[in-house]
């Protein structure tokens, strides 16, 4: 949502103008004031990336790869290492042996910390495909699904902002690009309730 008030803002600046806006962008030296100070709260070791990254320090951690040299009296925390695409096999082999021989599928992976596996499976799938994978549920499965939730909820789906904060993601996307295969059920709507598909 931020992303679409901020695109509209820099391709409409005249209608804004009349709003006083937070400096966003700031200079060298600004990002090297601010890069010492989160050093210094955190014993004199700058945060790694990802910590940059989730507090809201983007520009500085774009910053600080662009010029590493006007940073390089800073220290940094390490970053993990990357891992290799045969230290993720070795992972990936591991986890099928202890699942009966089938690798756990993507969202099993995302949920336990497997991200880095997770895009290297991606990107490389003729390395990991003597590895069976967990079958993806069917669309089928998903009207099934479905109707089973409603009848846990009256008889009336919950909308697709539950669905998706449910940790339902793939049932609110199918819904939502094959709504004529869950015809009939009802679900919750920013109006009330409508039927799906029609």
Known sequence: MAHG?????????????H??????YRTLEEYLTLAEELAKKNNGI??????????GYHG???????NKGCFSHIKK???RP??????HLKVAEKLAEENNEILPNYKWLRDNGYHGLNSCVSKNHDSFSHLRRKKTDTLQEYVELAKKISEGHEGILPGQKWLKQNDMRKLAECIYSQAE???????????G????GE
């Open 60 to 66: 500085l951690y774009a910053y600080a790869i662009k």
């Open 193 to 196: 309730v409508r039927k799906i």
């Open 181 to 191: 295969s869950f015809k009939g059920i009802k679900q919750k709507w920013h109006s």
């Open 77 to 79: 925390t390490e970053n």
């Open 5 to 17: 008030l901020n695109g509209c803002i820099r391709g409409n600046p005249d209608s804004f103008s």
């Open 19 to 24: 709003l006083n806006r937070k400096k966003i």
């Open 46 to 55: 700058l945060p790694n990336s990802k910590w940059l990254k989730q507090n």
């Open 82 to 87: 990357r891992q290799t695409l045969m230290m």
